[in-house]
């Protein structure tokens, strides 16, 4: 498989005998304004100018996957660069209304069952979006849903890998390890917060909470450096994986980088 890191959550990835591309955000450097509760107040975001041309991260594109409709992982500007046919998988019937508003005519709802695509499996998983408690009441404020999902992927011939999506550290996520023994997991890591939010993806503690249930998976650093609610960068989580030994089994890539594996 190529894993190829775009900006934020948004990865390109080659399995099987299929291209995925997953959660795309293509808007320009700081084009959005401050998110209200983020811990420097006005940062604008993305923090960070797409590290390819959009028309490179979109050859050879067979799918697309949305985790979620948050503008963070799918945006005005990546819904006017896709095709209107491309196959789009969501996670359930709310997301696919909102998907299809752009004009796309190809979305199925990826079940947790799985479906085949090609030769690839795909499952859907589960997620805690933060502890919903905290979560919800900021989420509700402004009108955004608290439910994501993640994904699983299998193939023959390639090592089973688990997208967790945006989640923290809780039972969805020890549940996908155990039903599918995933040899790599891609990790939203930022430890993203909103005002008393706490964390609503994963940060160092989730990170280790993963390593210490699976220590034999190899982990693999997303969503980070980019949006204005982060409050862990690659330069902090790298120093905390140095100073925990974790440099054998964490994997951090920069924004355009690809790791075949």
């Known amino acids: 498989m190529k894993i190829q890191q775009i900006r934020n959550a ?6 099987g005998d299929k291209t995925f591309l997953i959660d795309p955000i293509f808007a320009p450097k700081d ?4 998110i209200e509760g983020s811990h420097i107040p006005g940062r604008r975001w993305p923090m960070t100018e797409l590290p390819l041309d959009i028309e490179d991260i979109l050859s ?15 945006d005005n500007f990546a819904a006017k660069a896709l095709k209107r046919h491309i196959k789009i998988f969501a996670q359930d019937e709310i997301d696919s209304r909102e998907i299809a508003k752009y004009g796309f005519s190809d979305i199925e709802i990826l079940p947790t069952c799985g479906l085949s ?15 919903k408690e905290k979560t919800l009441p900021y989420f509700n404020q402004v009108g955004i849903r608290y439910e994501s999902m993640g994904v699983c992927f299998k193939a023959d011939g390639e090592k089973t890998l688990y997208l967790a ?14 039903k599918f023994n995933p040899e790599i997991a891609i990790l939203n890591c930022a430890d993203a917060r909103i005002g008393e939010s706490g964390s609503i993806i994963m940060g160092k503690d989730d990170i280790m909470e993963f390593h210490k249930y699976a220590p034999n998976i ?3 650093a997303s969503h980070m ?9 690659r330069k902090e989580l790298s120093e ?7 440099d054998k089994v964490v994997m951090i890539p920069s924004d355009g980088q690809i790791l075949t594996l």
């Open 165 to 178: 999506g945006d989640t923290i550290w809780c039972n969805h996520v020890k549940e996908a390890i155990d």
């Open 10 to 15: 948004t990865v390109k990835l080659t399995y």
């Open 225 to 233: 450096d980019s949006v204005g609610h982060a409050t862990l960068d």
């Open 240 to 246: 905390f994986v140095n100073k925990h030994g974790l």
């Open 31 to 34: 084009i959005y304004p401050p």
């Open 60 to 74: 050879d594109i067979d799918a697309v996957i949305i985790t979620h409709c948050h503008i963070d992982h799918f």
């Open 117 to 131: 695509f090609g030769n690839v499996e795909l499952f859907k998983t589960g997620c805690c979006h933060g502890i």
């Open 218 to 220: 190899l982990m693999i």
